[in-house]
Nanobody
Framework: QVQFVESGGGLVQPGGSLRLSCAAS????????MTWYRQAPGKERELVAA????????KYADSVKGRFIISRNNVEKTIYLQMNSLKLEGTAVYYC?????????????WGQGTQVTVSS
């Protein structure tokens, strides 16, 4: 079955950096675009960044453009999100799912997410 295991979150000061990972299994990873999402307390889940199946195409939310970088390793079936210059509004649980920039993700299954807290 489809599984996503997100990791790499933590507590970081404003302006700091974190690198998130999402290990996927249960589907042909190399043929799917992938997307990072986040959900802040009391808010709806939002799109953060997406990457095409080969890594050749990327897309970012305006709020993170120029600060976040999405990448993938199809051998390891993992996507990454390098987050730099983090802001307080970056506090959220971060999730990944299949599909390129899809509002709901291709798969019904969602992992547990990884908590990112930006605080001084």
């Amino acid at each position: 079955q489809v599984q996503f295991v997100e990791s790499g979150g933590g507590l970081v000061q404003p302006g700091g950096s974190l690198r998130l990972s999402c290990a996927a299994s249960g589907f042909t990873f190399s043929t799917y675009g992938m997307t990072w999402y986040r959900q802040a307390p009391g808010k709806e889940r939002e799109l953060v960044a997406a990457i095409g199946s080969t890594g050749g195409y990327t897309k970012y939310a305006d709020s993170v453009k120029g600060r976040f970088i999405i990448s993938r390793n199809n051998v390891e079936k993992t996507i990454y999100l390098q987050m730099n210059s983090l802001k307080l509004e970056g506090t959220a649980v971060y999730y990944c799912n299949g599909g390129f920039w899809l509002g709901r993700g291709i798969f019904d299954y969602w992992g547990q997410g990884t908590q990112v807290t930006v605080s001084s």
